[in-house]
């Protein structure tokens, strides 16, 4: 009977954590909201987003940080977007009210998981939406940095350099990590680069340099 019981539990706890898995596989097909908004073609997934900064969180050389933290917060950050959708500021919903339905949907999602992966999962998910460790603090950096990368690269793209501007604003001041403060600046160096190369003073300037340069063959 006891074997019997202990089977029974484990084909329970498997099929939970099945569902677990089939709910993070949303994640995979969930397209970023704020691309979607600003017509982005083939916008990132939020499996891809935190995909990166769990990537980003690895490669810390910071011996202050706990490695493992920020990388298992970098993966369950968002999590909870595969039943509450992926809320941004447009959405004129209050930061009180998104709290509340990301939080009904990490309940729902750790019950489907062992009680000792069950208060793990929604533990980090609380640390990291309080900020309450210098590692969700530094994961809520690569948050922010993964976001302005990905549309610097969606500017190269579609060949529009500056056009995300907005993504760029909404970040200011929100960078301190030193390892953070040294991306920031190779990013603004190149993308400022590419902004400016595609001024139009400077296609003139371009353009006045081929006349003078066909005028003087021709001469």
Same mark, same amino acid.
């Given at each position: 009977l006891t074997a019997a019981m202990a089977t029974c539990s484990s084909t329970k706890n498997a099929k939970n954590?099945? =569902? #677990?898995? /089939? #709910?993070?596989? =949303?994640? /995979?097909?969930?397209?970023r909201t704020g691309w979607v908004y600003r017509k982005v073609e083939k916008p990132e997934s939020v499996a891809d987003h935190m995909y990166r900064m769990a990537i980003m969180a690895c490669l810390t050389e910071d011996k202050k940080?706990? /490695?493992?933290r920020c990388i298992r917060l970098a993966l369950v950050h968002d999590?909870? @977007?595969? &039943?509450?959708?992926d809320i941004t500021p447009t959405d004129n919903v209050s930061k009180e009210e998104k709290h509340r339905m990301e939080d009904d949907a990490m309940k *729902?999602?750790?019950?489907?998981?062992?009680?000792?992966?069950?208060k793990e999962i929604y533990e980090l998910w609380e640390e990291y939406e309080y900020q309450s460790s210098e590692e969700a603090k530094f994961v809520k950096q690569l948050d922010q940095f993964d976001m302005i990368l990905q549309a610097f @690269?969606? +500017? +190269?793209?579609?060949k529009k350099?500056?056009?995300? =501007? @907005? #993504?760029?604003?909404?970040? /200011?001041?929100? #960078?301190? *990590?030193?390892?953070?403060? =040294?991306?920031?600046s190779c990013l603004n160096t190149e993308r400022n680069a590419k902004i400016a190369a595609n001024s139009p003073e400077t296609q003139?300037? @371009? &353009?006045?340099?081929? +006349?003078?340069?066909t005028t003087s063959k021709s001469s």
């Open positions: 954590l099945l =569902q #677990f898995l /089939k #709910f993070m596989g =949303q994640l /995979k097909r969930l397209p940080l706990n /490695k493992d999590m909870a @977007e595969c &039943i509450a959708g *729902h999602l750790t019950s489907l998981l062992s009680e000792d992966m069950k @690269e969606y +500017e +190269e793209l579609e350099p500056g056009r995300l =501007q @907005e #993504f760029y604003d909404s970040t /200011k001041g929100g #960078f301190h *990590h030193p390892e953070m403060v =040294q991306l920031l003139d300037l @371009e &353009i006045n340099d081929l +006349e003078t340069s």
